[in-house]
RNA sequence: GGGUGCAUAGCUCAGCGGUAGAGCACUCGCCUUACAAGCGAGGGGUCACUGGUUCGAACCCAGUUGCGCCCACCA
């Protein structure tokens, strides 16, 4: 590995750069070189801390989005980062096989040819899928390339990968003989039209405009009414329920009442579960196609009465069977109404209605037999292990609704009745008998049948922290990279994926201790990708954004740079086209900054020795201690994932401090006549810039590499030190690993920091008159500066006089104006004359100014309670606030009647 | 229905107890020898509303209004 600290001075005749970058003729070449040099490819057998984070693994069937490009932007800064620390950073890449959006999609592409799933069978589906894998899936991994993605190619996982199904097989198995895995009959959420089973979390509700009609059941003293939004339901109708405590009906529990159009009487039962307030008090009760009716059903022992197919059409016989359940509804009202059942109608009557999160379906309630996780257990220690702050939670307001969820969670349907996935490794007999098959085990013979159904999607994703490093076996890479350091992914899959890899990472790796099998250490959650306005981005709205398009464009820089400047912890990113041409802009402004530097001899790569710290001049002291300041900041906030303040700290240091004012301040040393005093310049600006780059570069890969080789001749600033002061890292056992330590960029410096800020003050002071007075910018104006002898400016006039272009008075310098800033009056020949309209407006604003600053001091300071109760350092801080302002009221009032006499 | 978050410059947001900040947009002047994808200067905000706590509130507390998100088996 190299590092910047080669002593040798760059090289004569480096590469020029041209006066713009263009990121198209750079990343490619970067990215394979890379990849080549073996960087991203991390060492099972690494004595350095790991530090691991694992893709959240896209959809097979996606290509990369916007959203993508967020997360990999923020997981790509974070490992490279690492990297440069000395970690053994692995980020592994890989993809989810997306049980139903797979499915699916072939199903799509089999459907223009006219066929259908069932037309080729099972097995010649599944073989579709994988050949359609092989064509078209993982289009989502090249274009990560183009994102600068640092991955682990020799790592890549698939979660049906022989390796990663034999991990789904040994847990199933395991879940199994702990009683944790069931099979049981139940009221699930169904998808019509997918006609699998869903997990609760894929089911979108959403207020739909429904009716509530309100039903007699039965006729004279017997009768009761009853209120639906589901009318088609009463047809499966084997019970009215009440309120137990509700006078109304008392008379009625324990007898029957007449069930219209179906010529069955079904009994009246009493059940807590009824509010009696709401509609009549009395409840129709469907035990198979609504969950509370089941549950009351069973209480009760009812019988379920199934009436609809699994493609929700009505199996009940009689004129409604074959209707599909939304053609039943109209028609069963109907039929009520004609015998006069019908008490009232109400609508419109919104009401929260599922929605399959595929497909957007209304899901159908179905009573069927369906494989369960027993959650309970897993999920209690997935609580503590956040509770207990094993797991960390980045923003940490957002833990809150993980206990929410994880605290109170149903068990988990996994079963689905789809063909692409992992089959449930469970046999029955003939007889009745049902064997779980482990991985190891012979599978059954003569006589038995797989389970049809395969698992949920979200089962094997929810084993990838350690499924794609070779669980069940104890290998090298398991050892060295699980647990892994950060789960960085959007808030809105916390619940689909976050938490179930910790219910499966605790108990999978339960062995391994309680401080090691959390399956992360930290959940860094960022939030949605928006537009300009805030508005989330949608196909239909036409405002999406293309990663790709933009890559194109601006560069995978500035893209990288547009999010990450946008990305707080758990917030939403809002993103426009102006934006991203901004950060395009700051591109190039290091680009140019070094090719700055490049052109005045920076050198690079030398060390600063305490010797050569003793001769430094103040903006080079300055810069250095601006730099250190900014380096211990960055590092800081890159520890908390704060990625909009990392980039927003670098972006201000690296344009309006290192290139407004220190590249304009050390021309004058760099030009000037003193060879040793210059030669130490071009030092500091190499180490500062070097040291820029380097801070830079996980937000901005391309750009930095590109600069910081042109720069150092180095080899790779991917695998230079990381300048940071290293913290206690999440990853590894806190120790601070890294050359980089050594390399923290130096002490503050207060004392050139106030010379040069005064500098700035004058400089800005006089430009402001420059302005004002419509003198061009560029127009050479003599000027001396009376009184900077008695100032901490006065060894810097030269540097001052070339900021403000003021040359040298010449025989005969007849001062027509002036202007005052920090002690020092600057007499200035315009030759021209002023222009006192000009400068009247300008001291009365100031005047103005310094008034009102003045007034709210000596408000503050004229109370009692104020001097009193406030500490001391904010009276004192209000006490010169105060002198200063009425100081600067006197010069100004000075000045404005200096101005008055000269006019007349 | 239950949670929870947000209301700050035209837009997107930062600030979270001591006299309001950034980016973009806007105005004016500049092709000043790294950069016009640039440089310099400037304008713009009763920090949603009403009370309270405090010497002092954009910041803490309560309420109001308006948005947003998450969860949810009330017919």
């Given at each position: 590995m190299t590092t910047a600290d080669n002593t040798e001075p760059p090289a004569d005749g480096r590469r020029q750069l041209p006066p713009q970058y263009l990121p198209g003729e750079v990343e490619d070449r970067r990215y394979q070189d890379w990849v080549d040099a073996g960087y991203f490819t991390a060492d099972a057998a690494s004595a350095a801390p790991s530090f691991t984070i694992m893709i959240p693994p896209p959809n097979v069937t996606g290509s990369l989005h916007i959203g993508h490009a967020l997360d990999h932007t923020l997981i790509d800064a974070l490992v490279r980062r690492r990297r440069m620390q000395g970690y053994n950073a692995l980020w592994l890449p890989g993809t989810d096989h997306a049980g139903i959006a797979t499915q699916n999609v072939v199903e799509r592409e089999l459907a223009k040819e006219g066929l259908s799933r069932h037309d080729l069978g099972r097995d010649a589906f599944v073989e579709r899928v994988w050949q359609w894998k092989a064509n078209y899936g993982g289009k989502i991994l090249d274009q990560m390339r183009s994102l600068g993605d640092s991955v682990d190619w020799s790592r890549e996982r698939f979660t049906m990968d022989a390796g990663l199904s034999r991990a789904v097989q040994t847990i199933f198995k395991r879940l199994f003989d702990d009683g944790l895995i069931y099979r049981a009959q139940r009221i699930i959420n169904w998808c019509p039209r997918c006609m699998t089973a869903l997990s609760d979390i894929e089911v979108d509700h959403s207020d739909d405009e429904g009716e509530l009609v309100s039903i007699r059941y039965g006729d004279g003293d017997?009768?009761?009414?009853?209120?639906?939004?589901?009318?088609?339901?009463?047809?499966?109708?084997?019970?009215?329920?009440?309120?137990?405590?509700?006078?109304?009906?008392?008379?009625?529990?324990?007898?029957?009442?007449?069930?219209?159009?179906?010529?069955?009487?079904?009994?009246?039962?009493?059940?807590?579960?009824?509010?009696?307030?709401?509609?009549?008090?009395?409840?129709?009760?469907?035990?198979?196609?609504?969950?509370?009716?089941?549950?009351?059903?069973?209480?009760?022992?009812?019988?379920?009465?199934?009436?609809?197919?699994?493609?929700?059409?009505?199996?009940?016989?009689?004129?409604?069977?074959?209707?599909?359940?939304?053609?039943?509804?109209?028609?069963?009202?109907?039929?009520?109404?004609?015998?006069?059942?019908?008490?009232?109608?109400?609508?419109?009557?919104?009401?929260?209605?599922?929605?399959?999160?595929?497909?957007?379906?209304?899901?159908?309630?179905?009573?069927?037999?369906?494989?369960?996780?027993?959650?309970?257990p897993l999920a209690k220690a997935a609580g503590d292990a956040v509770r207990d702050g094993r797991v960390r939670i980045y923003p940490a307001q957002l833990a809150a609704r993980y206990f929410d969820w994880v605290d109170d969670m149903h068990d988990w349907c996994i079963s689905r009745q789809l063909w692409w996935g992992h089959r449930i490794p469970v046999w029955y007999s003939a007889g009745g008998e049902v064997r779980c098959v482990g991985p190891e085990d012979e599978p059954p013979g003569e006589g038995w049948t797989q389970d049809p159904d395969v698992l949920d999607t979200w089962f094997s994703s929810a084993l990838w922290p350690f499924s794609t490093l070779g669980w069940p076996d104890q290998t090298p890479d398991l050892r060295a990279f699980y647990p892994t350091s950060v789960l960085v992914t959007g808030y809105d899959i916390l619940f689909f994926w976050v938490a179930r890899m910790m219910l499966f990472g605790l108990y999978a790796m339960a062995?391994?201790?309680?401080?090691?099998?959390?399956?992360?250490?930290?959940?860094?959650?960022?939030?949605?990708?928006?537009?300009?306005?805030?508005?989330?981005?949608?196909?239909?709205?036409?405002?999406?954004?293309?990663?790709?398009?933009?890559?194109?464009?601006?560069?995978?820089?500035?893209?990288?740079?547009?999010?990450?400047?946008?990305?707080?912890?758990?917030?939403?990113?809002?993103?426009?086209?102006?934006?991203?041409?901004?950060?395009?802009?700051?591109?190039?402004?290091?680009?140019?900054?070094?090719?700055?530097?490049?052109?005045?001899?920076?050198?690079?790569?030398?060390?600063?020795?305490?010797?050569?710290?003793?001769?430094?001049?103040?903006?080079?002291?300055?810069?250095?201690?601006?730099?250190?300041?900014?380096?211990?900041?960055?590092?800081?906030?890159?520890?908390?994932?704060?990625?909009?303040?990392?980039?927003?700290?670098?972006?201000?240091?690296?344009?309006?401090?290192?290139?407004?004012?220190?590249?304009?301040?050390?021309?004058?040393?760099?030009?000037?006549?003193?060879?040793?005093?210059?030669?130490?310049?071009?030092?500091?600006?190499?180490?500062?810039?070097?040291?820029?780059?380097?801070?830079?570069?996980?937000?901005?890969?391309?750009?930095?590499?590109?600069?910081?080789?042109?720069?150092?001749?180095?080899?790779?600033?991917?695998?230079?030190?990381?300048p940071g002061v290293l913290a206690d890292a999440g990853a590894g056992a806190g120790a601070a690993v890294g050359v980089g330590a050594a390399a923290a960029a130096g002490a503050a410096d207060p004392a050139a920091e106030a010379v040069v800020e005064s500098l700035m003050r004058l400089v800005t002071g006089v430009r402001r008159f420059r302005a004002d007075q419509g003198l061009r910018p560029g127009q050479p104006v003599p000027a001396v500066f009376a009184g900077i002898g008695d100032t901490s400016l006065a060894?810097?006039?030269?540097?001052?006089?070339?900021?403000?272009?003021?040359?040298?008075?010449?025989?005969?310098?007849?001062?027509?104006?002036?202007?005052?800033?920090?002690?020092?009056?600057?007499?200035?020949?315009?030759?021209?004359?002023?222009?006192?309209?000009?400068?009247?407006?300008?001291?009365?604003?100031?005047?103005?100014?310094?008034?009102?600053?003045?007034?709210?001091?000596?408000?503050?300071?004229?109370?009692?309670?104020?001097?009193?109760?406030?500490?001391?350092?904010?009276?004192?801080?209000?006490?010169?606030?105060?002198?200063?302002?009425?100081?600067?009221?006197?010069?100004?009032?000075?000045?404005?009647?200096?101005?008055?006499?000269?006019?007349?």
């Amino acid at each position: 590995m190299t590092t910047a600290d080669n002593t040798e001075p760059p090289a004569d005749g480096r590469r020029q750069l041209p006066p713009q970058y263009l990121p198209g003729e750079v990343e490619d070449r970067r990215y394979q070189d890379w990849v080549d040099a073996g960087y991203f490819t991390a060492d099972a057998a690494s004595a350095a801390p790991s530090f691991t984070i694992m893709i959240p693994p896209p959809n097979v069937t996606g290509s990369l989005h916007i959203g993508h490009a967020l997360d990999h932007t923020l997981i790509d800064a974070l490992v490279r980062r690492r990297r440069m620390q000395g970690y053994n950073a692995l980020w592994l890449p890989g993809t989810d096989h997306a049980g139903i959006a797979t499915q699916n999609v072939v199903e799509r592409e089999l459907a223009k040819e006219g066929l259908s799933r069932h037309d080729l069978g099972r097995d010649a589906f599944v073989e579709r899928v994988w050949q359609w894998k092989a064509n078209y899936g993982g289009k989502i991994l090249d274009q990560m390339r183009s994102l600068g993605d640092s991955v682990d190619w020799s790592r890549e996982r698939f979660t049906m990968d022989a390796g990663l199904s034999r991990a789904v097989q040994t847990i199933f198995k395991r879940l199994f003989d702990d009683g944790l895995i069931y099979r049981a009959q139940r009221i699930i959420n169904w998808c019509p039209r997918c006609m699998t089973a869903l997990s609760d979390i894929e089911v979108d509700h959403s207020d739909d405009e429904g009716e509530l009609v309100s039903i007699r059941y039965g006729d004279g003293d017997a009768a009761v009414v009853v209120a639906t939004t589901r009318v088609e339901t009463m047809l499966g109708d084997t019970a009215v329920a009440v309120h137990p405590d509700d006078a109304r009906y008392t008379h009625l529990v324990g007898t029957t009442v007449e069930l219209p159009l179906t010529g069955r009487h079904i009994p009246v039962v009493a059940d807590p579960h009824v509010d009696p307030e709401f509609g009549t008090g009395a409840v129709k009760v469907t035990p198979a196609h609504d969950p509370d009716d089941f549950e009351i059903g069973r209480r009760h022992d009812l019988p379920s009465l199934t009436i609809m197919d699994e493609r929700a059409l009505i199996t009940a016989a009689g004129p409604f069977e074959g209707l599909d359940r939304f053609e039943a509804r109209p028609a069963v009202l109907a039929a009520l109404r004609a015998e006069g059942r019908v008490v009232a109608e109400q609508r419109p009557y919104p009401h929260a209605v599922g929605h399959c999160d595929r497909c957007g379906t209304t899901v159908e309630p179905r009573l069927s037999l369906q494989w369960f996780v027993k959650v309970e257990p897993l999920a209690k220690a997935a609580g503590d292990a956040v509770r207990d702050g094993r797991v960390r939670i980045y923003p940490a307001q957002l833990a809150a609704r993980y206990f929410d969820w994880v605290d109170d969670m149903h068990d988990w349907c996994i079963s689905r009745q789809l063909w692409w996935g992992h089959r449930i490794p469970v046999w029955y007999s003939a007889g009745g008998e049902v064997r779980c098959v482990g991985p190891e085990d012979e599978p059954p013979g003569e006589g038995w049948t797989q389970d049809p159904d395969v698992l949920d999607t979200w089962f094997s994703s929810a084993l990838w922290p350690f499924s794609t490093l070779g669980w069940p076996d104890q290998t090298p890479d398991l050892r060295a990279f699980y647990p892994t350091s950060v789960l960085v992914t959007g808030y809105d899959i916390l619940f689909f994926w976050v938490a179930r890899m910790m219910l499966f990472g605790l108990y999978a790796m339960a062995d391994a201790g309680p401080g090691q099998s959390v399956p992360f250490r930290q959940v860094a959650l960022h939030g949605l990708v928006r537009d300009a306005f805030g508005k989330k981005m949608s196909k239909s709205r036409g405002n999406t954004v293309d990663p790709l398009d933009w890559i194109a464009r601006f560069g995978a820089d500035a893209t990288r740079f547009t999010l990450a400047r946008g990305a707080s912890p758990g917030g939403d990113v809002a993103l426009s086209e102006e934006w991203v041409a901004g950060s395009r802009n700051f591109c190039n402004k290091l680009w140019n900054a070094t090719r700055f530097a490049l052109m005045n001899g920076a050198v690079a790569g030398s060390e600063l020795t305490q010797d050569d710290r003793a001769r430094l001049s103040v903006p080079d002291r300055w810069v250095l201690s601006r730099l250190a300041a900014v380096t211990a900041e960055a590092d800081a906030l890159f520890e908390e994932f704060e990625f909009a303040k990392v980039s927003d700290v670098l972006y201000h240091f690296a344009w309006d401090e290192f290139c407004d004012w220190y590249l304009e301040l050390a021309k004058a040393a760099l030009n000037g006549a003193d060879e040793a005093a210059a030669g130490l310049t071009r030092r500091v600006l190499g180490y500062v810039l070097d040291r820029l780059l380097r801070l830079i570069h996980p937000l901005m890969p391309f750009v930095t590499e590109e600069l910081w080789t042109a720069l150092t001749g180095g080899e790779s600033v991917m695998v230079a030190p990381w300048p940071g002061v290293l913290a206690d890292a999440g990853a590894g056992a806190g120790a601070a690993v890294g050359v980089g330590a050594a390399a923290a960029a130096g002490a503050a410096d207060p004392a050139a920091e106030a010379v040069v800020e005064s500098l700035m003050r004058l400089v800005t002071g006089v430009r402001r008159f420059r302005a004002d007075q419509g003198l061009r910018p560029g127009q050479p104006v003599p000027a001396v500066f009376a009184g900077i002898g008695d100032t901490s400016l006065a060894a810097h006039e030269p540097s001052i006089r070339a900021l403000l272009r003021l040359t040298e008075p010449a025989a005969g310098f007849t001062p027509n104006a002036s202007v005052q800033a920090e002690g020092i009056t600057v007499r200035l020949d315009t030759s021209s004359g002023i222009d006192v309209a000009a400068e009247r407006r300008r001291l009365t604003k100031d005047l103005a100014a310094a008034q009102a600053d003045a007034e709210v001091s000596q408000r503050k300071l004229s109370s009692q309670s104020f001097l009193d109760r406030a500490p001391a350092d904010v009276v004192a801080k209000s006490r010169d606030r105060l002198a200063a302002a009425q100081a600067e009221i006197a010069r100004l009032r000075e000045r404005l009647t200096a101005l008055a006499d000269a006019a007349s």
